[in-house]
C-alpha cells in the first residue's frame, strides 16, 4: 500500500464556520485562512483555534477548483514513494480529495469531482516536496540558484506543471508553502551493479500542459507551434559520483491535422490545408531550437495512405526550414520491421549515428560543474507518438547507456552491459511507456514486449490485438469525459457540462446489436434445411445488417462521447 510520508511533510486543514484555515508542518509562525463568504483569503500568524474546529490531515494541496456552486480545496489524501533522486523523496499520487470552501454546495460538483478524482488515480501524476522534477539535471545546473529558500514554483519548467491554473487564487502568497507543483508523465527509479559499481538508472518523462489531450481529441499543432503528446523523457545514469543525463523529445507531427473518432477503428487522418502550416511549424522547431540546440526529426509513420500524406507534409514543412538545423529523418518502422525483423532498428540507430555522438550528453560530478552538455536532441514521432515511438527511444536509450558507462570507464570499449542491467533499463523504459500511453489512448503500450524483452513475441502480438480492441472501445465512447476532466483541470469550467450518462451505455448497445445480427446472418441460414429458407433468411438478415449499419453510420458522431467544456473545431 501507498507508503506514509514522515509527519514534516504534512498539511493540517481546520475547518471552522466561517473560514478554512491551512497550516504546514514545517512552518510555524504562519498559516494561510480562507473565508468562506465572500470568498477571500489571506496568509496570517497562528491564530486560536475553536472548539469545533475539524481537522482533515493530508500529504499536499493541489491548488482550489472553482465549480458551480463555488470553490474547492484539492487535497492528496494517498500517495505511494516512488523513490529517492539525489536523496530526495518523489511521490506518486494515488488519490485525491475535494472539500468545499463555501456554504452551499451543488450535486452537480461532484459530476466534476468524481471525473477529477479518476484522473488522478490514473497512473502518472508526480510530486517532490524537495527535487525539482520539471528540469532536466542540464537546464537545473543551468538556472543554478543560489538561494536554498527559492521554492520549487520559482525554477519550475511552467511547460510541465500540471496544476498551475488551479493556484492561482494563492500566486499573490508564498505559494512554495502552501502548494507542490504537480508533474503529469512517468518516473521510474531502478538500481543495478555492473562490474562491481552500483548504478541508479532514473527515467523522467514530462508531459507538456499545452496541447494536452487524449488520442482522437488533440492531434497535431496549433497556430502558436505547441503540438499534441508532447513529452521530454530523461534518462538519468548516477555511477561513480558522476550523474550523466540524456533527453529526448516525442511529439505529433507538426503540422495541422485532425482524427476525430467516426465509429471505425482507425478513423482517417485529415491534413488542412487551408491553414498556414509553414508558420506554424516554424514557431514550434523555435522554440524546441532554442530549448534542446539542434533537432534529428524521426518519422516512423507509413510511407503509404493517410499516414505517408502526413509524412508528406511533415517532410515539405520542414523543407522549409533549411535555414535552421534540422534533419528530417523519414524511417517506416512498420515496413522495416514487418516479419518480426525488429534487428532493422539497427538501419536508423545507424543513419543518426553522427548525431548521437555529436549531441553529447549532459555529464557532472555529483557536487560539481559539468564536462560536458547536451546541444541537440532526436524528436521521435509516429501516429500517436507511442509504440512505435517507445520502442524506438529505447533503443537510442540503450545506445547511450552503453556509450555513457564506457566513457566513464565502467565497461571496456567492446562490453556489454549484463543482464539484470538489461532487465532493469529494459523494464524501466517498457513501465514509461505504459504510463505515458494511458494517459493518451487509454491502455498500455503495444509492442512492449520488445521494449521488455528485445525482441517481438508471439504472446506480444496477441496481446497488442486485445489492446487495440479496449483502445477503440475507450477512444470512441469515453475519451470525451476525460478529454474534458484534462479540460477542467488546465483551464477550469467555462461551461457547465449537461448531466448525463453521455450515450455511453446505448452506444455500446447498438455496437453489440450490431455484432450480434451479423454472427446471426452468417450463422442462420445453415440451420435451414430447404433452399428457400436458405435464401430467404440470407436476405432478410442481410437487409436487418445493412440498415442497422446504415442507421449507425447516419448517427454516426451523434454516439461518439464528444467533448463539451472546450469547442473543437471541426467536430462541435
Not at 475535494?98 to 490514473?122: A, C, E, V, W
Not at 516536496?129 to 528540469?135: G, P, T, V, Y
Not at 483541470?489 to 448531466?499: A, E, H, M, R, V
Amino acid at each position: 500500500g501507498p507508503i506514509k510520508t514522515k509527519m514534516a511533510n504534512q498539511m493540517r486543514v481546520f475547518f471552522e464556520n466561517d473560514t478554512v484555515i491551512i497550516r504546514h508542518a514545517r512552518t510555524t509562525d504562519k498559516e494561510l485562512k480562507i473565508f468562506r463568504d465572500p470568498f477571500s483569503i489571506e496568509e496570517a500568524g497562528i491564530s486560536q483555534l475553536s472548539e469545533i474546529a475539524r481537522e482533515i490531515q493530508c500529504y499536499a494541496i493541489i491548488g482550489i477548483f472553482h465549480f458551480v456552486s463555488g470553490p474547492y480545496i484539492s487535497v492528496v489524501s494517498e500517495q505511494e514513494l516512488v523513490g529517492k533522486i539525489e536523496g530526495k523523496d518523489i511521490w506518486n499520487i494515488q488519490q485525491i480529495d475535494f472539500y468545499p470552501l463555501h456554504g452551499s454546495t451543488n450535486s452537480r460538483d461532484n459530476q466534476y469531482i468524481n471525473m477529477l478524482k479518476t484522473l488522478f488515480k490514473l497512473p502518472g501524476f508526480y510530486y517532490s516536496h524537495e527535487f525539482d522534477l520539471f528540469n532536466s539535471a542540464q537546464r537545473r545546473f543551468n538556472i543554478s540558484v543560489e538561494s536554498s529558500t527559492v521554492s520549487l514554483w520559482d525554477t519550475a519548467d511552467m511547460r510541465f506543471v500540471w496544476n498551475q491554473f488551479v493556484v492561482q487564487d494563492l500566486e499573490e502568497f508564498d505559494i512554495g508553502n502552501w502548494v507542490v507543483p504537480v508533474l503529469k508523465g512517468f518516473v521510474g527509479i531502478r538500481k543495478s551493479t555492473v562490474n562491481g559499481n552500483d548504478i541508479d538508472l532514473i527515467l523522467i518523462s514530462r508531459r507538456n500542459v499545452k496541447r494536452a489531450g487524449t488520442r482522437f481529441w488533440v492531434r497535431g499543432l496549433d497556430s502558436d507551434g505547441n503540438v499534441a503528446n508532447n513529452v521530454e523523457s530523461e534518462q538519468i545514469i548516477i555511477v561513480n559520483q558522476t550523474k550523466m543525463s540524456y533527453v529526448q523529445t516525442r511529439g505529433s507531427i507538426p503540422v495541422y491535422w485532425t482524427q476525430y473518432s467516426d465509429l471505425t477503428r482507425i478513423p482517417r487522418a485529415i491534413v488542412d490545408y487551408e491553414k498556414d502550416t509553414n508558420l506554424a511549424c516554424r514557431k514550434h522547431f523555435e522554440e524546441q531550437i532554442e530549448l534542446y540546440g539542434n533537432q534529428v526529426c524521426v518519422s516512423l509513420v507509413d510511407h503509404k495512405g493517410f499516414q505517408g500524406e502526413l509524412n508528406d507534409s511533415y517532410a515539405n514543412a520542414v523543407s522549409t526550414l533549411s535555414d535552421h538545423p534540422i534533419r528530417f529523418v523519414p524511417f517506416d518502422f512498420h515496413h522495416q520491421t514487418r516479419g518480426m525483423n525488429y534487428q532493422n532498428i539497427q538501419i536508423l540507430l545507424d543513419d543518426i549515428a553522427g548525431e548521437l555522438q555529436g549531441f553529447e550528453y549532459f555529464c557532472s560530478p555529483l557536487h560539481g560543474y559539468p564536462d560536458r552538455q547536451q546541444n541537440g536532441v532526436i524528436r521521435t514521432n509516429c501516429m500517436d507518438n507511442l509504440d512505435r515511438t517507445n520502442a524506438i527511444q529505447r533503443a537510442i536509450g540503450l545506445d547511450l547507456l552503453n556509450k555513457q558507462l564506457v566513457d566513464t570507464e565502467v565497461l571496456s570499449n567492446n562490453e556489454q552491459i549484463n543482464d539484470k542491467t538489461m532487465f532493469e533499463f529494459n523494464n524501466l523504459w517498457a513501465d514509461n511507456g505504459d504510463a505515458i500511453s494511458i494517459q493518451y489512448a487509454g491502455t498500455g503500450a503495444m509492442k512492449s514486449d520488445y521494449t521488455r524483452l528485445g525482441k517481438r513475441t508471439l504472446k506480444g502480438m496477441i496481446n497488442d490485438g486485445k489492446l487495440a480492441i479496449v483502445r477503440y472501445i475507450l477512444n470512441t465512447f469515453y475519451d470525451g469525459e476525460k478529454q474534458d476532466t484534462i479540460d477542467i483541470l488546465l483551464k477550469g469550467l467555462s461551461k457547465p457540462i449537461p448531466p448525463t450518462n453521455r450515450n455511453k451505455t446505448f452506444s455500446l448497445f447498438l455496437i453489440v446489436v450490431v455484432v450480434l445480427l451479423g454472427i446471426l446472418y452468417i450463422l442462420a441460414p445453415l440451420s435451414r434445411t430447404s433452399y428457400f429458407d436458405k435464401i430467404f433468411y440470407s436476405i432478410l438478415y442481410a437487409g436487418i445488417s445493412y440498415f442497422s449499419v446504415k442507421a449507425l453510420g447516419n448517427l454516426g458522431r451523434s454516439l461518439i462521447d464528444s467533448p463539451y467544456v472546450h469547442r473543437y473545431p471541426g467536430f462541435n
